[in-house]
C-alpha cells in the first residue's frame, strides 16, 4: 500500500516534465535497479540502466555481430594473443571530455580490482596491466592465453571517465559514488533515482554517436510488480510499454485498450529451476532427477508463462554448440517414485524449500503447481517467496541457498561461455546466477579446456559433453527458454531482440517515436 | 445457608436480566451471531467447506479465474482453487491471529494496570511511563519491522502485535482501578488486614472485568484488521495456507476483470470486524462501561 502511495505521488511529481521532453518512454520493471556501477552491475535491470548510461568499446546488433561504438575498429593479432582498438576521434563523455585510452585502461583496471559484475568474464584472461594504452587514441588488450569468446566479451566492458572517478575515488574506488552517479559516454544522462521506486533518464543532445529521426527523449523506468498498477497506468496512458514480466492477463487487457501491441521474440534467456547441489535433500542427485521428473513443463509453457522449450541449460539459440542428443526432461511422476525409491530418502518425508521472487504472480503459480507434484511423492513443501534482493543475498551463503530457485538466466556476452562459467563453475559459486552451489572439478575442467581453445569445432564437442553431463547430474532444470514479451505503444518502434546479450534491446538510442 | 441461596439467585436473576438486555439490542445480538457463526465456520472448516483440498497447495488450471457460481460461492483464483474454501479457512488465520495477541496481551495490561493503579507511586510511574512510551510506536510499524529482521511469519506477526497491544489495556484498568480504590469497601478490606492479593485481584480484579471485556471484543476486530494489512504486504503467512489478507492482495492483481478475487475475501474481513466491533458495542451498552476506546 506503501509502495503504491508512493509511486502515485512520484508519477504526480514528474508530471510537470512533461510538457518540455517530447518523447517520453514510460516503462515499468519488476525488479529495483541493484546498481548503476558499471563494475557492479549483474542482472538485468542493471544492465538495462548501464547500457543507456554507458558505452563500450564495442556492441552488438540485433544478429549478433560486433559493430562499432566508442572503438571506431579493431585489430585481432595473428596469434590471437592481443586485440588492438581504434577509438573514434570524436568520442567524448557527457561531460565534454574526449574518450582516451587512458579511460580504458582505467575502466579495465577498476573492474579487476572491485571483481564483481562482469569482471568474472576476463579472469584469467586479461591479466592486471595488459591493457595499454599505445597513443590517446589505440588500446591494446594482451591475453594471456587464447580465449576464443575473448571479443564477445567487450561489449560488457563500459567505459567510465577516469578523470572524474578518480576525483570522487576516496577509499572505496569510487564505488560509492558511481553507486549514484554517472560518469559514461552514453546516449543518456541519469536525471532521477529514486532507489525504491523510479528512475529517470533523460537524453543527451550532445551524444557523440548520433541519434535517427523521433528519438526518445526521455526514458522513466518505474518499479512495480503489481499487475493492477501495471494495467492502470497503461488505462491513464502514462505507461508506453511494460516489462517483459507480466501476466498473460495484463498483456490480454492492454491489447484491448487499442493503443498497445505485443512485441514477442524468441530469446536464449533461460529460466531454471537451480537446485541447491549442497544442501539436503538436494544434494542427492536422485531426489533432484525426482524433482525433474515431478515438473510439469507443459502446464507451465503453455498456461503459466509462455517459453519454447528447453532440453538442455544451453538454450536452442546457440545452435552449434547445442546437444541434440540430451532428451529432454519430462513429467514423469511414476519415474519421479523410482528415483526416490534410489536416493538415501526412500520411505521418509523429504523436507525441501521452494524459493520464488515474493509478488510474482506466475512464479507463486509454478510453486504450487510444484507443491502439489512434489507432496503427492511425499516431499514436505516449505514456500518461500523473497523479494529480489534478499535472494541475491541470500544467494551468497550456501547455507541459506533455498533448495529449489526459480531463476531466469541469459548470456551477457554471445558466448555459450557466458552460460557455462558463471553458472556452473566452482570458481563463479556465490552469486544468484549460481544458486546451484556446483562444486565439481570435471565441469571446471570441461569449462576451462573449451574457453583455453580457439576452434569451435573443438568448444562444440566440450559443450555438448557438458550438456549431457549436467543434464545426467541434473543440476538446473531449464524450464524454458523465455519468449520476451512486451506491451507497447503503437507509436513506438525500434525493439529488436539482442539474443545474446542480456538487457541490450533496451538500449533507448536505438528506439523511435513515430507520431 | 439462606445467605447463599440469596446470592445465588441474584446472580441468576442478574444474568438473565444481562440476557434480557442483550437481546433486546439487534445490532448487538448481530455482532454477537457473526462471530459465533465465524468462529464455529473457523472450527469446523473441514467438514463444511464443499472444497476442503483446495486449502493447500493444488492447481487446476483448466478451471482459474471462474466467476461466481453455485458451484464456487466466490469464484476460482489464478491456481483454480475455491475461493469459498479458502476464505472460510482464511478465517482459522484471522481468528487465531486474533486470539493469541489478546490472550497474551489482555492479561499482561491487566495486571500492570491494576498494579500502577493501586500502588501508585514509582510503581505507576515505571508503568505507565512504559506504557506511554510503548503507546507512541504504532503496532503495524512494529510489525513490519520485525517481519523484515525475523521471519515474516505468522508467529512473528502475532509477537510483535501482542508486545505493543497491552498497553491500551494497562491505561485502561489503571484507570479504573484508580476510581475503584478510593472505594470505602476497599480501605474496609485493608482495615481489616486483607493482604494485597487478595485486594488486588479479589477485591478490584471483579469490577474491572466489564470495561477489559468490551475493550477486548472491540480490539477483536482491529487485530484482524492490522492483520489482514500485514498479509496484504507480504507479512503474513506463507503460501499456500489461506488467508483472507493474502487473498485480497493477489486478487488486486487481476482487478477489475476478475474482481471476486479481492473484492469477496475483502467482504469477508470486513463482515469479521464489523461483527466485533458491533459485539464491543452492545456489550459496553449492556455494563454502561463508558470511555473505552
Known sequence: MLKRLLLT??????????????????????????????????????????????????????????????????????????????????????????????????SFERLLRINQGP???????????????????T????????????????????????????????????????????????????????????????????YYGGFGDGPIDEVRWVITNDEATVRAMAASGELTMTSQYQSPETYKALVDMGRFRIESRPTSTAFYLKLNTQAEPTDDVHIRRAIAYAT??????????????????????????????????RYDLAAAADEIAQSSWAGQPIPI????????????????????????????????????????????????????????????????????????????????????????????????????????????????????????RMVSIPLMAQTQQHAMDNCLTGFVAVPPMMSFEFDFSRYAWTC | MSDLDLSEQAALSNAWQNWYRFSRNPTAVIGAIIVVVAVLLAVFAPYIVPYPADAGAVVDFQHRHLPPSWEHWFGTDNTGRDNFSRAIYGLR????????????????????????????????????????IALAIPPLVVALAVAAVLEPTLLNSMLALASLWWTWHARLVYSVTRQVRAQEYIEAAET?????????????????????????????????????????????????????????????????????ESMLPATVILVLALGFNLLGDGLRDLFDVEDVR
Open chain 1, 9 to 106: 505521488s512520484s508519477a504526480a511529481l514528474m508530471l510537470p516534465f512533461a510538457a518540455a521532453a517530447q518523447n517520453v518512454v514510460t516503462m515499468n520493471t519488476v525488479q529495483i535497479f541493484g546498481t548503476i556501477d558499471p563494475a557492479k552491475i549483474s542482472d538485468y535491470t542493471d544492465y538495462m540502466a548501464a547500457v543507456n548510461l554507458y558505452d563500450g568499446l564495442v556492441t552488438v546488433d540485433s544478429e549478433g555481430n560486433l559493430v562499432p561504438q566508442l572503438a571506431e575498429s579493431w585489430v585481432v593479432a595473428d596469434d590471437a594473443s592481443s586485440v588492438t582498438f581504434t577509438l573514434r576521434a570524436d568520442a567524448h563523455f557527457s561531460d565534454g571530455s574526449p574518450v582516451e585510452a587512458k579511460d580504458v585502461v582505467y
Open chain 1, 119 to 137: 569482471a568474472n568474464l576476463f579472469d584469467g584472461v586479461v591479466e592486471s596491466g595488459n591493457v595499454l594504452a599505445n597513443d590517446d587514441g
Open chain 1, 139 to 206: 588500446v591494446t588488450f594482451n591475453l594471456s592465453r587464447p580465449f576464443a569468446p575473448f571479443m564477445a566479451t567487450v561489449p560488457a566492458l563500459m567505459i567510465v571517465n577516469s578523470d572524474v572517478v578518480a576525483e570522487h575515488a576516496g577509499d572505496d574506488d569510487a564505488q560509492a559514488w558511481l553507486g549514484e552517479n554517472v560518469a559514461g559516454a552514453g546516449a543518456y544522462l541519469l536525471q532521477s533515482w529514486d532507489r525504491g521506486a523510479q528512475m529517470t533518464i533523460t537524453r543527451d543532445a550532445g
Open chain 1, 296 to 329: 510439469d513443463y507443459d502446464t507451465i509453457r503453455d498456461v503459466i508463462l509462455p517459453g519454447e522449450q528447453m532440453t538442455t541449460v544451453l538454450p536452442q539459440g546457440f545452435a552449434a554448440f547445442w546437444n541434440p542428443d540430451v532428451e529432454a526432461p
Open chain 1, 353 to 472: 524449500t521452494l524459493s520464488y521472487v515474493a509478488g510474482t504472480a506466475f512464479e507463486e503459480e509454478i510453486s504450487l503447481l510444484m507443491q502439489a507434484n512434489l507432496e503427492s511423492l511425499g516431499f514436505v513443501v516449505t514456500q518461500d517467496p523473497e523479494p529480489w534482493n534478499r535472494i541475491t543475498e541470500i544467494a551468497s551463503s550456501v547455507e541459506q541457498t533455498p533448495n529449489v530457485n526459480q531463476i531466469f538466466y541469459g548470456p551477457t556476452y554471445p558466448s555459450p561461455d557466458s552460460m557455462f562459467f558463471p553458472q556452473f563453475d566452482s570458481a563463479a559459486s556465490g552469486t544468484w546466477i549460481s544458486m546451484d552451489w556446483l562444486q565439481d572439478p570435471e565441469v571446471d575442467a570441461m569449462i576451462a579446456a573449451a574457453r583455453a581453445t580457439g576452434d569451435v569445432d573443438e568448444q562444440a564437442v566440450i559443450y555438448k559433453d557438458l550438456q549431457a553431463l549436467l543434464a545426467d
Open chain 2, 93 to 132: 488465520v484471522s481468528l487465531a491471529l486474533a486470539g493469541v495477541v489478546l490472550v497474551i496481551a489482555v492479561p499482561v495490561g491487566t495486571v500492570l494496570g491494576i498494579l500502577a493503579g493501586y500502588f501508585g507511586g514509582w510503581t505507576e510511574i515505571v508503568i505507565m511511563r512504559l506504557t506511554d
Open chain 2, 192 to 260: 481489616l488486614g486483607a493482604s494485597k492479593l487478595h485486594i488486588l485481584f479479589r477485591e478490584i480484579l471483579p469490577n474491572v472485568i466489564s470495561p477489559v471485556a468490551v475493550k477486548t471484543s472491540l480490539d477483536a476486530g482491529f487485530v484482524i484488521l492490522i492483520g489482514a494489512a500485514l498479509s496484504y504486504l507480504g507479512l503474513g503467512v506463507r503460501p499456500p495456507t489461506p488467508d483472507l489478507g493474502t487473498m485480497v492482495a493477489n486478487g488486486a492483481n487481476f482487478l477489475p476483470d476478475f474482481w471476486w
